[in-house]
């Protein structure tokens, strides 16, 4: 908050024309068999583009790309695009010169394999045609950012058909495998801090990730009216020298501390609107030294968890907290306050915590201290948040909510997070 690091363990990509720098990794990997999934992606992605192009275009037919599919490598670098050096870069791009899409079968493609599954792959090659459906559809002259959560969109339109059993290269996914591939978008988020007007800029995650959402559930004519008027970037840069200094994070025991109390002060004002009574400040002891809670409601294993017997919330600050500060940011330790107030708040109105629709109810609560925090006057505020804040939300929720564990999938719990995060408390109950 108020200034935010870069996140250890997530490596934040920054991209380059229109793909992927990856992290550096430990020494050259091998050249793996990812060039059957990416063509096989293609192959299907274009499928999908025949069928559905004529619908938002007008009736025009599609054309697929005339210049072709085009891995490349250190040794065999890619072709030259519209004048631009052919130099290796671990990427994927489309090119609209030539009409070709290229990626690096070096190492980029196999390393999101090998990390997120082929379904990511999939995803990235979706995206990089959505630029040739850009061109098509000769809407090309908009801000990069708008341009490139289209592309996400488009994506998540295609990855509705592979949902749906219409694909050539993928089976229908599990929740586990969408679980994998929201969090290869997230790895290839801008750098916090990033301005949404930059040359360059993708968007951060939260915004990826919707756009990509946005596609999966309303498919590719809703993608299609994407513009910079209706799209919502919350994409933001440092506003100070000092908070770019910080990575916009506050010291660990401040964030703990104003972080309870915020929530406190927002749940005060705000629960008479979702139940029929006050609230009543709620304890929040350390789990090292938290009473016996008989049957505990855990939202994080045994370290956080709000006990609805005796009403009271358990933090481990000594093991959990620092963890989750220096693994992905002080905004993850916010959302473990935000599920706990919300899961407090969900529980004293009666209502289940613990089945999926109670679960994603207390995520977009959750949310709905966001939206609080982003939008309520400037001097009420305790904390701002800062640039990279809600991805860690986002990362915070990947890291509790993964599928397989018997609740809903993070794909799901993000979705209902940033409906709380974008519209506030009365779109969650
Ligand atoms: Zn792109």
């Known amino acids: 908050m108020r200034a935010l690091r870069v996140v250890a ?132 002259d908009q801000q990069t950012v708008v341009l490139e959560q289209q592309a996400d969109c488009f994506a998540g339109a295609w990855l509705a058909d592979v949902q749906a059993g219409r694909s050539t290269a993928f089976e229908k996914p599990t929740a586990e495998q969408l679980d994998d591939t929201v969090a290869g978008i997230l790895m290839l988020r801008d750098q916090p801090g990033t301005p949404a007007v930059a040359e360059g800029a993708h968007g951060n995650a939260f915004d990826r990730i919707r756009a990509f959402q946005d596609g999966v559930q309303q498919g590719p004519r809703k993608c299609a009216g994407y513009e910079a008027g209706n799209l919502q970037v919350t994409e933001v840069p440092f506003s100070t020298r000092q908070e770019a200094a910080s990575g916009g994070d506050l010291p660990y025991a401040d964030a703990v501390n104003l972080l309870a109390q915020d929530a406190q002060a927002y749940w005060t004002r705000t629960f008479p609107d979702i139940a029929d009574q006050q609230w009543q400040p709620i304890r929040v002891v350390d789990a090292g030294q938290a009473p016996d809670c008989g049957d505990q409601d855990a939202a994080v294993e045994d370290q956080a968890y709000y006990c609805p017997g005796q009403d009271f919330i358990a933090f481990d600050t000594e093991r959990l907290g620092p ?65 990279g804040d809600l991805d860690e939300a986002v990362a915070a929720l990947l890291a509790f909510g993964k599928a397989g564990t018997g609740g809903p999938s993070a794909f799901d719990r993000i979705f209902a997070y940033r409906k709380g995060v974008l519209e506030g408390t009365g779109v969650c109950v």
């Open 9 to 140: 363990g997530i490596m934040a990509l920054s991209l380059a024309g229109c793909g992927l720098v990856p992290a550096p990794s430990e020494g050259p990997t091998p050249p793996k068999k990812s060039s059957g999934v990416v063509t096989k992606s293609l192959d299907d992605v274009e499928r999908y583009w025949r069928e559905q192009y004529p619908k938002i275009s007008g009736g025009q037919k599609f054309q697929p790309v005339t210049g072709g599919f085009h891995p490349y490598t250190e040794s065999s670098p890619p072709l030259e695009c519209g004048g631009q050096s052919a130099d290796y870069q671990p990427n994927a791009f489309y090119c609209p010169d030539g009409d070709y899409i290229a990626w690096d079968a070096q190492n980029l493609i196999p390393q999101l394999q090998e990390q997120f599954g082929p379904l990511l792959v999939g995803v990235v090659m979706a995206h990089e045609y959505g630029h040739a459906i850009q061109a098509r559809l000769g809407n090309t």
């Open 323 to 387: 963890q989750l500060y220096d693994r992905i940011g002080d905004y993850a330790v916010g959302m473990v306050f935000g599920d706990l107030f919300a899961r407090a708040a969900q529980d004293r109105r009666g209502e289940s915590t613990t089945s999926t629709a109670g679960q994603l109810t207390v995520d977009c609560l959750a949310g709905s201290w966001t939206n609080d925090q982003l939008t309520r006057d400037q001097e009420d505020q305790r904390i701002r948040l800062s640039p």
